[in-house]
């Protein structure tokens, strides 16, 4: 839960934060951390390499993911794939934006990058995305999830400061717990 005063002081800081970096794109980033109870393994591949309409559901103006083309070669380095939504009131539905891996490090972590949007994202540019797991015993697993979102138009950074830190970090959240159930399941990868 964000505190009063972040909040009170939240528009001063990203101009402040701004005025420092005004020749490049603001990044706003949250993580987010849980204990999967399963293989190593299955906390590292199920979110990158199963079907993500599965773990990307939706939720208020985030469509849920229908499908992915072009990804023959995803879960590899430089590899990227086209993501398709459902409709809702923030998207007409169809082709979305690609996704992009930009580092595997094998049972440790994942880099993506979500970019090339096919609807306006109020400033946003890109969002990187990071998969970190870390064992701790057998069957034992801390997951930290991070995303940093880029934008680049001043005047809505103080909406995209709200959007990250609320909206972004309670759909994590739900992401997670998508991810742990198919863990749980042993989902089918679709993908290496």
Not at 18 to 43: G, H, P, W
Not at 119 to 136: C, D, H, Q, Y
Not at 162 to 171: A, D, E, N
Not at 175 to 180: A, G, K, S
Request: glycine share 4%; net charge positive.
């Amino acid at each position: 839960m964000t505190n009063y005063s972040e909040c009170i002081l939240a528009p001063l800081c990203i101009w402040n934060l701004y005025k420092r970096n005004s020749n490049q794109d603001m990044q706003f980033r949250i993580t987010v951390k849980t204990i999967y109870k399963c293989s190593l393994e299955r906390a590292f591949k199920t979110p990158m390499l199963c079907d993500v309409s599965k773990v990307h559901t939706g939720f208020g103006i985030m469509p849920k993911v229908t499908h992915c083309t072009d990804g023959e070669n995803w879960g590899k380095p430089g590899y990227s794939k086209k993501v398709f939504v459902a409709k809702s009131i923030s998207f007409k539905g169809g082709e979305a934006s690609t996704d992009k891996v930009i580092e595997r490090i094998e049972n440790k972590y994942w880099k993506i990058e979500v970019s090339d949007f096919k609807s306006p994202m109020i400033g946003f540019s890109k969002f990187v995305g990071e998969w970190k797991t870390t064992e701790f015993d057998p069957n034992k697993i801390l997951v930290e999830y991070t995303y940093t979102l880029h934008s680049t138009v001043p005047l809505l950074y103080p909406l995209n400061w709200l959007f990250t830190k609320v909206f972004w970090k309670f759909y994590m959240k739900r992401v997670l717990e998508n991810v742990r159930e198919m863990a749980y399941n042993n989902e089918a990868y679709l993908y290496e």
